[in-house]
């Protein structure tokens, strides 16, 4: 017969037994972080679905949870980095074979010449690489794609077919209520990929009175993010530059982007984008350009990107004016985008 069991022999057992059924396991701080984004995301999708119907997807909540703008700022700091010479071609050479940069049309095409990335990313073109269309009234003003065309419908633009974004949130203010009634409001996205030639030009004779420049992220703009991020454009960082041409209003907005967070203009030497602690949604600066603004002619250099990113034409235009271009092809700067099959033009002489 076994010997009776004391209760404090009971309760060291029963301690025992306890503790030997429990067991600890350490897991992946990876693991850890995603949980918490995750439920960071799921609370941010629920807000932004009572603030902005427009913008609840998961991957524009996902993007606006991560630091875009210090990372861009990351990004082109490291860019701007001398690249030691013997070193240039070997690694300049990988990003113009992965983006299928034309270095043939630059005006500078060896690579051992360009110091930096930020230099690649911001080449010249030869004078003769393009020809600006004389018999259209609408070039294009990049070398790009074309993401979507159309008129403006009821104060909205397709960023893509079926996914929209407001006007008057993009532009900064309603214009559709000033404009007269016997022109359409259309417009045109054109995105530049990283291999392509980053400056922008004029796309029209046209003169500028107003720039803005509009605090906002800095969200991907490539085409797979304008089909799942509804209000894209209208939500990140950008420079517009809005008059007439002969025809009525007219607006140029460059879009900035992940990694894409420097916008230069040729005559705003002054002009700073993606600047730390200046963000702040919804908030913008304007300028008046001068007594009687600035005037364009097809083809005149505006500015640059960093590194791709899109550009959207907004304008009025006569019922008989025309896009030559349809949506997903590709386009170089200079080349016919519309015309007015009747000659019949009204509004600013140039």
Known sequence: MLPPISLAQRRYYAAGSLSAGWRWFGIPTSLGVACIALVKLQRTLRESAKENKESNTWQLSLFRQLST??????????????????????????????????????EEPDLVAYSSLTEL???KL????????????????????VLHIGQVTNGTLEQVKGVTFSLAKFLGEDITSTEANDKDLQYIILYLSPGDYHHFHSPADWNTQVQKHIYGELLPVAPWAARTMPALFAVNERVLISGTWEYGFFSMVAVGAFNVGSISLEHDKEL?????????????????????GLTFRKGDHIGHFSLGSTVVLVFRAPKNFSFLVTPGQTVTYGQSL???ISQQKVGVKF
């Open 69 to 106: 703008r210090a990372l861009s700022r990351t990004w082109g700091a490291l860019t701007r980095q001398e690249i030691p010479t013997w070193l240039r071609r070997p690694l300049l050479g990988f990003y113009v074979w992965a983006f299928g940069c034309k270095m043939e049309e630059a």
């Open 121 to 123: 990313f911001t080449r």
């Open 126 to 145: 030869k004078t003769t690489a393009r020809l600006i269309a004389k018999e259209c009234q609408l070039v294009s003003p990049v070398d790009g794609t």
């Open 272 to 292: 700073e984008t993606n600047v730390k602690g200046a963000y702040e949604m919804g908030r913008w600066s304007k300028k008046a350009l001068g007594l009687g």
């Open 338 to 340: 519309g015309h007015i």
